[in-house]
């Protein structure tokens, strides 16, 4: 019929550029798993999203296994940045370790889909290479500042080639209480410290618990 109008179509949320397809749907993933969770991100949820083919992901990322690898990649290195950031104020060792441990929990409060995506063994490859140097990267930074804050550990055991026991103690206490906050177990005791007293608030006292032996 002359002057009927036609259903508009689906356009994505973010057009991409040509030439940058592989950084759209990077883009374009990022915002599937933050809208739908894991279970709504499929390689043709992120095509849909960008407006490219069905096809799209494949050519770029082989599968979606590929796909959610180069994604927690994207993840790591914002966390490496985060904690480095966080860090680089401060004026003693344990001070910057103290502040990585924070910036490690408020990324996980800020990104919960992407930080419960990187830590998804089972849904990445390891071995890939972009995320397997960004694991490492982001490793580096822990060992690195634990390193500095307890000098007197055994070398060996608070290096970057091995996870000794200040390594594993400094990375459970933020990645545990993360998982806990994300998982909303926390909320009792947050509300019983009364007025004042948030999630970041309770991990500054939980980490001021851990300073015992380590320089100021």
Known sequence: MVGSAKPAANKPSKPYHHGALRGALLEAAE??????????????????EVGASHAAPKNHFADLTGLLS??????????????????????????????????YVAFAVAEPGLFQLMFRGERLDAARPALKARMDRAYGVLTDAVSAA??????????????????????????GYAMLLLDGRLERIIDEAGAGRDAMALLDAVLALDNGGAPD
């Open 31 to 48: 915002r599937v798993l933050e809208r739908e969770g894991m279970v709504g991100l499929t390689l043709r949820a992120v095509a849909r």
């Open 70 to 103: 180069e994604l927690a990649a994207v993840g790591f290195d914002r966390l490496s940045d985060g904690m480095l950031a966080a860090a680089a104020g401060e004026p003693t060792p344990q001070a910057r370790l103290n502040a990585i441990g924070h910036a």
């Open 150 to 175: 307890y000098p007197h550990a055994n070398a060996a055991s608070a290096s970057a080639s091995g996870a000794g026991p200040e390594v594993v103690r400094a990375w459970s206490i933020v990645h």
